[in-house]
């Protein structure tokens, strides 16, 4: 378990240590770098993962399913719980997003590596892809829901890039289009680019504390994100028949502390950013413990 904990938790999480530090040196603000992750980085992530990503169809479309039912069913879960607890309109949107949406990126995709190597890595690019793709939009309904009513909330999701890379990465592998450099080449480097700053702005947000105002529903969020998604994952992967490295990368991805993107829609569209930000900082810091049990178990049981 020591093993697990300084070769995979720890390394992640003194990158997002650098964040917090320099923005509590120089007081920087999630605005700037929230907007170029979201219409920027995240997109292009997402298309070069597409592109390059090589594992088997049988196991692709696996993963593509389990990751996608396993983020519907808490979604489900977190709206069921925000209801029943009768929440207002706003923190219910609030609620949801802290606890349906893992971050699978900044956090899942580096400790995915570190802990199951290419395998992992290549399965966990999978993962992004399909969250990615459905996170932003289905987030940002979620989040305007909150606040708007009627047709906003949509309009504002369909607004989101990340959205559309898939059909362009999907036609361009369809057509076996060899994209000229002057283009894969950007669109690499932003790839690059989208984990390191992502990593930042978890540093960011975890230099601002937790407000325990609402500490039962950051309780029950919390357990849901960390635990409780854990246990989603397992029955959907062994209902699909994934088995193996892919699934235990689908289960640890999917028990992952709330994402950080989170924070930003909840700013972007006034939805109990305090709340999102408190869930955000606290399942992270959780994570430390739960996510070092969860691989050692997961090794142990399933390796």
Request: hydrophobic letters at 55%; zero cysteines.
């Given at each position: 378990m020591l093993d697990v904990f300084l070769t995979v938790i720890l390394p992640t999480f003194l990158v997002a240590a650098l964040g917090a530090t320099i923005q509590r040196w120089k007081v920087l603000s999630v605005s700037a770098l929230g907007p170029v992750a979201m219409y920027?980085?995240?997109?292009?992530?997402?298309?070069?993962?597409?592109?390059?990503?090589?594992?088997?169809?049988?196991?692709?479309?696996?993963?593509?399913?389990?990751?996608?039912?396993?983020?519907?069913?808490?979604?489900?879960?977190?709206?069921?719980?925000?209801?029943?607890?009768?929440?207002?309109?706003?923190?219910?949107?609030?609620?949801?997003?802290?606890?349906?949406?893992?971050?699978?990126?900044?956090?899942?995709?580096?400790?995915?590596?570190?802990?199951?190597?290419?395998?992992?890595?290549?399965?966990?690019?999978?993962?992004?892809?399909?969250?990615?793709?459905?996170?932003?939009?289905?987030?940002?309904?979620?989040?305007?829901?909150?606040?708007?009513?009627?047709?906003?909330?949509?309009?504002?999701?369909?607004?989101?890039?990340?959205?559309?890379?898939?059909?362009?990465?999907?036609?361009?592998?369809?057509?076996?289009?060899?994209?000229?450099?002057?283009?894969?080449?950007?669109?690499?480097?932003?790839?690059?680019?989208?984990?390191?700053?992502?990593?930042?702005?978890?540093?960011?947000?975890?230099?601002?504390?937790?407000?325990?105002?609402?500490?039962?529903s950051l309780a029950s969020s919390g357990f849901a994100r960390l635990i409780a998604s854990a246990g989603v994952a397992y029955l959907v992967t062994a209902m699909v028949g994934l088995d193996g490295v892919a699934q235990q990368t689908v289960i640890i991805v999917a028990a992952m502390p709330t994402a950080v993107f989170t924070t930003i829609l909840a700013t972007e569209f006034d939805t109990e950013p305090k709340f999102v930000t408190s869930a955000v900082v606290m399942s992270t810091l959780v994570s430390i413990g739960t996510l070092t049990v969860l691989i050692t178990l997961l090794r142990n049981l399933l390796g």
């Open positions: 920027l980085l995240s997109p292009a992530l997402v298309l070069n993962g597409l592109l390059t990503t090589e594992i088997p169809a049988a196991i692709s479309l696996r993963v593509v399913v389990s990751a996608f039912l396993a983020m519907m069913i808490m979604l489900g879960l977190a709206a069921l719980l925000s209801g029943l607890a009768q929440q207002p309109r706003s923190l219910q949107s609030g609620f949801t997003l802290a606890t349906g949406f893992p971050n699978a990126g900044n956090m899942g995709i580096p400790i995915s590596f570190l802990a199951f190597g290419d395998d992992g890595l290549a399965v966990a690019i999978i993962i992004f892809v399909v969250q990615g793709s459905l996170s932003w939009p289905v987030g940002i309904y979620v989040a305007a829901r909150g606040r708007a009513h009627g047709w906003a909330p949509l309009k504002a999701s369909l607004k989101i890039p990340t959205l559309y890379a898939v059909p362009v990465a999907l036609t361009i592998r369809a057509t076996e289009w060899d994209m000229p450099l002057t283009f894969s080449q950007p669109i690499e480097m932003l790839a690059d680019a989208t984990i390191p700053v992502m990593l930042i702005i978890l540093g960011f947000q975890l230099s601002q504390g937790i407000d325990w105002a609402r500490w039962r």
